[in-house]
């Protein structure tokens, strides 16, 4: 068993803006808590947590890192997240482990673009959340004004739990023991308003307080978890990472002050199919029968599968059977590890609220239920919302002959990231990913680690097409071929659906005037038309299909005859329905120096696109954002480099679809019909 219990456990995953320090912070947290003999570098490539050497390369961190020390009587499990927005898919995961969000602000550069969503997303999961201030040795930081705008930007709730003091080479505590002087305001200050943010959640101590004037620590407690859980408090703790100041201090509010399993928010699961699943919660049991959920996949040269995972109920152990979600075969634990970055540390028992992670077992995969009943199937965790990628690029191989090889390794690629999606159109392979950073980095390892060599070009754009009124079709099938004949007659009714609602088939058949058991061939023919639309062959969507009548023959009706019946009575609905092309419509977000901001915004006007904001969070850099037809940014790296002098970048999500100009539809259609021609 682990030498310690649920209630001692801690589960905290440092999140924010890449740069922000979370690497060289774990290192720190890590050597203080006695975990390693000295903190490695981010710059020398010596951390525990940055160690792929891709990480190393690069010299920041590409995906989530899990580690876990002692400290006082806690055990903390922390996990380090890359901050870059390419790489948000690991970071996102994170947050479906743990019960705290530590945002790690740079002192340098203020609020980031991922520091506003870390804090978003966060809230968001019902998770617990602090505000880590990093850099506070560094030269030309603004501490007061910085706290200033963390409380202006996600609320008065925001309170220092200690002071930077002595010039910002160490803290004061402000919660424990409120004395000595701070840098800027005053310590006994900070201490009134936090006790005076707790005791709100609790009408008694508040009228305690009034009496008193002053409440013990002890009795703070459960209301202070109560207001973490709430967001009604959101911590700020100073630290430099580098000198250390402020590390001692963070410490023990991890263990003093952070939620357990059982006081933080536990996130719910869903036991059944889409819209008739219910709700089940949790309960940080080590009696009960397990649940644990699988957030991270690795696939290593080496190792093999590691499936990294949170234990929320029951305790896992060795000789555990564990079933994957639905499946009906359970496989042996055999080794359970403690991840130490890329160490493996065997423990032979996981509590809930421990992070740990089994190797080769080629079945589970990412975001599966492990448990340990076979009646628990069909069981999922409250899915993370991962950003949609939408920076696609179709991939030639350079060897022949290495088409498996390819597949098998975007398939393993594809088991690790959330955001890195692999799809086959026609004769394309189309690899998509968040950004040109998360392209290269995936290219990279391609060629790096399995080393299979590709060329890159831009993809197909995911056009689609969708009707835009109510129409009726029809089609009687009929052949005479010696002898069995084929007979099958459909109506069907089509009607427009709201943007995005996909596609709906509803048997609205009355008299068994095309018996039942032909509906699912029927189904079939119509959903042939959906994969390639009549007008220019992109998938159909936002459409209704509505099959009310045909003819059935009691010989020569078949199955072959009611999807062709199916097939044509659809497309000639479609055709009176008075169809058109859609475009994906992509958020970006831009990020480049202040002194181009005229010409990128020039640019993205001319692209049809629009700008829906500007922030200055770096000096004198911006981040822009707004709406573009994704069709209209082929090579927008290369020309975003160019405006900037290299020193732009942006990222790209799926926001929705939207009709096509009149002329593109036009081309799109024209160029279809010369492919059907020619074929
Ligand atoms: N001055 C100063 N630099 C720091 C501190 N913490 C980290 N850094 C530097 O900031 C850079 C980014 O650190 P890293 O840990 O990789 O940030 P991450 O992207 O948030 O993981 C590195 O060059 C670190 O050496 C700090 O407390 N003070
Ligand atoms: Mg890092």
């Not at 939620?259 to 059944?272: L, Q």
């Not at 929320?312 to 564990?322: A, E, K, N, P, Y």
Request: overall charge negative; glycine content about 8%; aromatic content about 6%.
């Amino acid at each position: 068993m682990p030498k310690y219990v649920t209630d001692a456990i801690r589960t905290i995953a440092l999140v924010g803006h890449g740069a922000a320090g979370k690497t060289t912070l774990a290192e720190a947290l890590l050597h203080q808590a006695g975990a390693i003999p000295a903190p490695g570098s981010v710059e020398k490539g010596t951390t525990v947590c940055d160690f792929d050497p891709l990480e190393k390369e690069f010299k920041h961190s590409l995906a989530s890192a899990i580690v876990n020390f002692a400290h006082l009587d806690t055990h903390i499990h922390l996990i380090d997240t890359p901050g870059y927005p390419d790489f948000l898919g690991q970071s996102l995961n994170a947050l479906a482990a743990v019960e705290t969000a530590a945002v790690v602000i740079n002192a340098q550069n203020g609020l980031e673009m991922v520091t506003q969503r870390m804090m978003q997303w966060a809230r968001e999961r019902g998770l617990c959340r602090m505000i880590i201030v990093n850099k506070i040795d560094a030269e030309n930081v603004d501490l007061p004004g910085l706290l200033a705008n963390i409380r202006e930007a996600f609320g008065k709730e925001c309170l220092p739990i200690n002071l930077p003091a002595g010039g910002n080479q160490k803290v004061v505590d402000c919660f424990f023991n409120p004395s000595g002087e701070s840098d800027f305001s005053s310590v006994e200050n900070a201490h009134r308003a936090l006790v005076e943010q707790v005791v709100e959640v609790d009408e008694k101590l508040m009228e305690l307080y009034l009496e008193q004037g002053e409440i013990s620590a002890e009795q703070l407690h459960a209301p202070f978890e109560q207001a973490l859980r709430d967001g009604h408090l959101v911590p700020v703790c100073f630290v430099s990472a580098r000198n250390g100041a402020g590390v001692a201090e963070l410490l023990d509010v991890f263990a003093k002050l952070m939620p357990n399993p059982a006081e933080g928010n536990p996130p719910p699961f869903y036991k059944g199919e889409a819209a008739n699943a219910v709700e089940i919660r949790a309960e940080p049991d080590p009696k009960k029968h397990v649940l644990a959920h699988v957030f991270k996949i690795v696939i290593d040269p080496f190792v093999g599968k590691l499936a990294a995972f949170r234990v929320f109920q029951g305790t896992i152990r060795r000789d555990s059977q564990l079933f994957i979600g639905d499946g009906r075969k359970p496989f042996k634990v055999g080794h359970l590890f403690l991840l130490q970055g890329k160490e493996h540390v065997e423990t032979d028992a996981c509590v809930p609220g421990d992070i740990a992670a089994v190797t080769k077992v080629d079945e589970i995969e990412l975001d599966a239920v492990l448990h340990d009943t076979r009646d628990e199937d069909n069981i999922h965790l409250k899915p993370v919302q991962y950003p949609v990628p939408m920076h696609a690029l179709a991939l030639e191989l350079k060897r022949r002959g290495d088409e498996q090889r390819l597949s098998e390794v975007l398939h393993k690629l594809a088991a690790e990231d959330p955001c890195f999606r692999v799809d086959h159109s026609g004769n394309e392979t189309v690899i998509s990913g968040l950004g040109d950073l998360h392209m290269r980095y995936i290219l990279d390892k391609m060629q790096k680690q399995y080393h299979v060599e590709v060329a890159t070009k831009p993809p197909r754009i995911p056009y689609r097409e969708t009707v835009t009124a109510k129409a009726e079709g029809h089609h009687r099938h009929k052949k005479q071929t010696g002898g069995a004949g084929q007979f099958g007659e459909v109506y069907l009714r089509i009607e427009p659906l709201a943007r995005g609602k996909g596609f709906e088939f509803v048997d609205a058949v009355k008299g068994g005037t095309i018996p039942s058991q032909f509906l699912p061939a029927v189904e079939k023919g119509v959903r042939e038309v959906l994969t390639a639309g009549p007008i220019a062959g992109y998938q159909m969507q936002d459409v209704r299909v509505i099959v009310y009548d045909g003819k059935h023959h009691p010989v020569d009706s078949k199955e072959v005859a009611f999807v062709a019946a199916g097939k044509k009575a659809f497309l000639d609905a479609i055709l009176k329905a008075r169809p058109i092309v859609l475009e994906p419509i992509v958020n970006i977000e831009i990020n480049a120096p202040e002194a181009n901001m005229g010409d990128i915004a020039g640019d993205i006007s001319a692209k049809r696109g629009q700008i829906s904001g500007t922030q200055s969070a770096v000096a004198g850099m911006v981040t822009i954002t707004g709406r573009v037809p994704l069709s209209e940014l082929n090579n927008y790296q290369a020309r975003l480099k160019s405006v900037t002098a290299g020193q732009g970048s942006y990222v790209i999500e799926l926001s929705h679809y939207e009709p096509v100009p009149a002329h593109v539809q036009q081309q799109l259609t024209s160029q279809h019909k010369q492919v059907e021609d020619e074929q």
